[in-house]
Nanobody, 126 residues
Framework: QVQLVESGGGLVQAGGSLRLSCAAS????????MGWFRQAPGKEREFVAA????????VYSDSVKGRFTISRDNAKNTVYLQMNNLKPEDTAVYYC???????????????????WGQGTQVTVSS
């Protein structure tokens, strides 16, 4: 069982930055691929970014590529999402998720992820 707790969301002006964190419980964090997803009101949950357990593989959605960076610190059981040059369309609840096994692989499909956090709100004002 893995528990995930996101933090770092908030209100920011367009062009600003935020860094989201997701702290995971458990001793096998490095064996999980980690992903970030988001869901805006009235829209389906969409993939944002993912990273393999060994940090060797990362993948981003086209909408955030070049602006967002996913990283992880396995010693701290934490995955991060650095978000720069934020836009109003980035407004959503952001969720982190864990997929096992994920030492080398990453997936963009929500149904592949077994564990989810409760989400953190990100609001970007224009």
């Amino acid at each position: 069982q893995v528990q995930l707790v996101e933090s770092g969301g908030g209100l920011v002006q367009a062009g600003g930055s935020l860094r989201l964190s997701c702290a995971a419980s458990g001793r096998t964090f490095s064996m999980y691929a980690m992903g970030w997803f988001r869901q805006a009101p009235g829209k389906e949950r969409e993939f944002v970014a993912a990273i393999s357990g060994n940090s060797g593989n990362t993948v981003y959605s086209d909408s955030v590529k070049g602006r967002f960076t996913i990283s992880r610190d396995n010693a701290k059981n934490t995955v991060y999402l650095q978000m720069n040059n934020l836009k109003p369309e980035d407004t959503a609840v952001y969720y982190c998720a864990a997929d096992f096994p994920g030492w080398q692989r990453v997936t963009t499909t929500p149904k592949d992820y077994e564990y989810w956090g409760q989400g953190t709100q990100v609001t970007v004002s224009s």
